[in-house]
């Protein structure tokens, strides 16, 4: 339970996590944003620095943030739109999964589970 006068802060976690500049940049304008509330210290930093010199962080800092978290995005896009849709694509993976491993483990000579706890030790 919160006390009289202690005012308790409940605040969203920035949309775009993984990024100190992007956590700088969501913080940039809360001037209640205290240093505990920095993931470390040296984002907190850089929230000091950014509001000392507004020019600098949104010229030069907040585009190359930008720049990668766009970057981050279309890898992830690129990673899902290649991903099994549909339980035929994810059956034939699975098939082309087992086959490879049916391989390997006659290539190797292995018995049934020894592929998966490597083979028999001696002694």
């Known amino acids: 339970?919160?006390?009289?006068?202690?005012?308790?802060?409940?605040?969203?976690?920035?949309?775009?996590?993984g990024s100190d500049t992007l956590w700088a940049y969501y913080m940039m304008c809360d001037q209640s944003t205290q240093e505990s509330?920095?993931?470390n210290p040296g984002v907190w930093a850089l929230?000091?620095?950014?509001?000392?010199?507004r020019n600098a962080f949104y010229g030069q800092l907040l585009p190359k943030a930008l720049a990668a978290?766009?970057?981050?995005?279309?890898e992830e896009e690129v990673r899902v739109k290649?991903?099994?849709?549909?339980?035929?694509?994810?059956?034939?993976?699975?098939q082309d999964l087992m086959a490879q491993y049916e391989a390997k483990k006659?290539?190797?000579?292995?018995g049934e589970m020894d592929l998966f706890h490597g083979p028999p030790r001696s002694g």
């Open 1 to 17: 339970m919160v006390g009289a006068g202690t005012r308790e802060r409940l605040r969203p976690a920035p949309p775009c996590s």
């Open 37 to 39: 509330d920095a993931p």
């Open 47 to 53: 929230l000091q620095r950014g509001r000392r010199n």
């Open 69 to 74: 978290q766009e970057k981050k995005f279309q």
């Open 82 to 94: 290649d991903e099994p849709k549909s339980v035929q694509e994810h059956l034939a993976l699975y």
């Open 106 to 110: 006659r290539r190797l000579g292995l």
